[in-house]
């Protein structure tokens, strides 16, 4: 058996290069568009909240209007604006100004979708989405300049957290405290929200917004009625939207599969191949065939295993460091076992399919 | 040389393994196949666009109302819905429309010089592009019902299909949406709640002559290059990663036939036959499985693409994508097989050089 490890020890290298080589580029391009996807879905797909309420909230009633959409809601005044780091700039970003009620976790940054960073931190804070934070290099702790307007100096926060969200139309997404975003307008500028995340039912707090005197301030701010939309409805849109369909994701996976699949099985043939005449030589020397053929392809079969289980874990860390898109989002993260296991079990399968044939041919030589 | 070509090269392909090339060959066809999905898919958007502004015959072309007057002016008219003819044979599908609007007696066929697919330019009935013509699965004189649903008093009208024209994506980067081509008085006797519409966007065309405020056609498909289709680093990275797949692919099958013809290579060389003569018989045999292999993935992933989803992919964007990939396959071959040539005779020099020692 030693002869046969010395004389196997260069096809299994060559194998284990080939498979881990081909296999790390052909999950990269597999996961590309799964990974678009869920970053243009994430938002809603994981939401901390389940219904949207549009109008025009005027800072005079903003408490009331937290009162009345519930206990666990926030509201959020949605800005457009510049973001800025050192000499680079991002923009348009879609800017989340959250009330202090955030604090209670509702917002449309799911906590299930954070890279990195944590969710306590300064009264100056910014978190970021992915695609942000990959055009301005930063991460948690740094600085960045949010412009208030034309003339304005710019309202300078800490980096909290990464997101992997995106926002439906714009790559680029932010949230920060909407007291500290309202202290940089100039004095008497009228600052209000325009939207309140809540999990409320509508049954519920509809009835509660519709009462004097809330109404009769919503009605004069030309904020009434209300728009209430259910964040099943809003993941209905992004998906329409996103230019990466469900279509396109299973067309991509099903490539890839199929492209992985095709080099597993060329490389355990080639190396098979090239064992045949080391196995045939220690065979008649008096080695039996069934113990050769496992020992052999039981090591080709583990590191093809090994190459295939690589090779995805160097394109996750593709996407991880931000060498392919800007970043790979936390939720998929489960579908990588899954992945692992479907790879893994096309050696076993093709041991066992094999195995059996290369017998018969030793023994029959 | 020649002389010694056709025997060395019948004995190396008497140990050709039949099952090992087709082995090789689905290995290119599953590598290629990904490669080419990555490469149609990113690329689309902004092939198309090229191709049809190249097809297009024009000198200049302003975009908004014009001071002065143009050979050929179009109106733009987006939220326009097409849907199968009556009787609904293509089921609920619908495709986001722009319609160009032309006026009697405008010189479009002069403008479409190189555009047409098939058909003929006509003044009572439509002329729509390639990719919705796929999408409904109609030909030339079939029907198709258009509808504006914001426009009010709008019911749907039928309208008969004349020529079949270039694929276009008048919405750039995302290349979801097609276009119809139409007289104005077609349309308003098809529609005539669209009498007295403003346009949502207006082209001109110059023919022979380059008013100031105009951009070339050269400037227009610069521009679509440069951004307007989503040309980026992430689609150079997409392109790039399936060029190294396949590649990669290429590579393993030029070096598997390597090793699997090396003995009769070696008793050849001892026989007198030139090694170049034997590197051109591998290298040769890699590039036919490249080219066959080429066309089978693009062919798979167009497949997959149009039956999987609902874009469109044109044959001539798989022409070139295989062309492309060919070239790639003979680049990675001649270099491979120069750099082995070298490694093999820097083995042979070596025994000379250190007097026998290795």
């Known amino acids: 058996m030693t002869v046969v490890h010395a004389a196997v020890r260069a096809p299994l290298v060559r194998l284990f290069l080939a498979l881990a080589v081909g296999s790390t580029l052909a999950f990269i391009l597999g996961l590309l568009y799964p990974v678009q996807r869920e970053l243009d879905l994430a938002r809603y797909e994981h939401a901390s909240y389940s219904y949207e309420v549009e109008g025009v909230f005027p800072p005079t009633v903003s408490a009331a209007i937290g009162a009345a959409v519930g206990p666990r809601s926030c509201l959020v005044s949605v800005w457009v604006t510049v973001l800025r780091h050192a000499a680079r700039e991002e923009g348009p970003t879609e800017l989340d100004a959250v009330s202090p009620s955030y604090a209670q976790g509702v917002s449309r940054f799911p906590p299930a979708t954070r890279l990195a960073g944590h969710s306590a931190g300064s009264r100056r804070w910014i978190d970021l989405n992915a695609d942000s934070a990959r055009a301005l290099h930063v991460g948690p702790g740094d600085p960045v300049d949010v412009q208030v307007g034309p003339d304005l100096p710019p309202v300078r926060l800490t980096v909290r957290g990464v997101y992997a969200v995106r926002a439906t139309g714009a790559a680029a997404a932010a949230m920060a405290p909407a007291e500290v975003l309202f202290a940089g307008l100039p004095a008497g500028a009228q600052a209000g929200y325009g939207l309140a995340l809540t999990r409320t039912p509508p049954a519920e707090f509809l009835p509660r917004l519709s009462q004097d005197p809330l109404k009769r301030s919503l009605e004069a701010a030309k904020g009434y009625p209300l728009v209430v939309t259910a964040t099943s409805a809003r993941l209905a849109g992004a998906a329409d939207a996103s230019t990466h369909s469900l279509g396109l994701v299973r067309t991509v996976g099903a490539l890839a599969v199929l492209g992985v699949a095709g080099l597993v099985v060329r490389e355990l043939d080639v190396f098979r191949r090239q064992c045949l005449p080391a196995a045939q030589l220690v065979h008649r020397l008096g080695g039996p065939a069934p113990r050769l053929i496992a020992t052999l392809l039981g090591m080709a079969s583990l590191v093809a295993v090994g190459a295939t289980t690589g090779g995805l874990l160097l394109a996750y860390a593709a996407y991880r460091f931000g060498v392919v898109a800007s970043c790979f989002p936390p939720t998929l993260r489960p579908l990588l076992p899954w992945v692992s296991l479907s790879s893994a079990a096309l050696p076993l399968a093709y041991v066992v399919t094999a195995a059996p044939l290369a017998c018969r041919r030793l023994a029959l030589r | ?358």
């Open chain 2, 1 to 358: 040389m020649t002389h010694q070509l056709r025997p060395a090269w019948a004995a190396l392909a008497r140990h050709l393994s039949a099952t090992a090339a087709l082995r090789d060959l689905g290995l290119l066809a599953a590598m290629g196949a990904l490669a080419s999905f990555a490469i149609l898919f990113t690329t689309r958007a902004a092939f198309d666009d090229t191709m049809h502004e190249l097809g297009l015959r024009y000198e200049a072309r302003m975009l908004g109302v014009p001071a002065a007057a143009g050979d050929l002016r179009l109106d733009a008219y987006d939220s326009a819905v097409a849907a199968s003819a009556a009787g609904a044979v293509h089921g609920g599908r619908t495709v986001d429309l722009t319609v160009l609007v032309f006026d009697d007696g405008a010189p479009v066929s002069t403008w479409l010089a190189g555009a047409v697919r098939g058909g003929h330019i006509c003044r009572d009935g439509v002329m729509v592009d390639e990719a919705t013509a796929a999408r409904f699965g109609v030909r030339l004189g079939d029907r198709l019902t258009i509808w504006w649903p914001d426009l009010p008093g709008s019911s749907g009208a039928v309208v008969r299909v004349c020529a079949i024209l270039d694929v276009w994506h008048p919405e750039g980067a995302l290349g979801t949406r097609g276009y119809l081509l139409m007289a104005r008085a077609g349309l308003v006797a098809a529609v005539p709640a669209f009498n007295g519409t403003a346009p949502d966007d207006t082209m001109s065309y110059w023919f022979r002559a380059r008013p100031p405020g105009s951009e070339s056609k050269f400037a227009v498909i610069a521009g679509i290059l440069a951004d307007q289709a989503g040309w980026s680093t992430a689609v150079l990275a997409v392109v790039l990663i399936g060029a190294g797949l396949w590649t990669f692919g290429i590579v393993r099958v030029w070096t598997g036939l390597r090793h699997g013809l090396e003995t009769p290579r070696r008793v050849l060389g001892h026989l007198g036959a030139q090694p170049p003569l034997l590197a051109g018989f591998v290298g040769t045999v890699t590039v036919g499985l490249a080219a066959v292999g080429s066309a089978a993935s693009a062919a798979l992933a167009r497949t997959t693409i149009m039956g999987w989803t609902d874009l469109y992919i044109t044959s001539r964007q798989i022409v070139v994508v295989v062309v492309g990939l060919f070239v790639l396959s003979m680049a990675v071959v001649l270099t491979v097989s120069r750099g082995g040539s070298r490694w093999r005779r820097r083995q042979q020099a070596l025994p000379a050089a250190t007097g026998g020692r290795r």
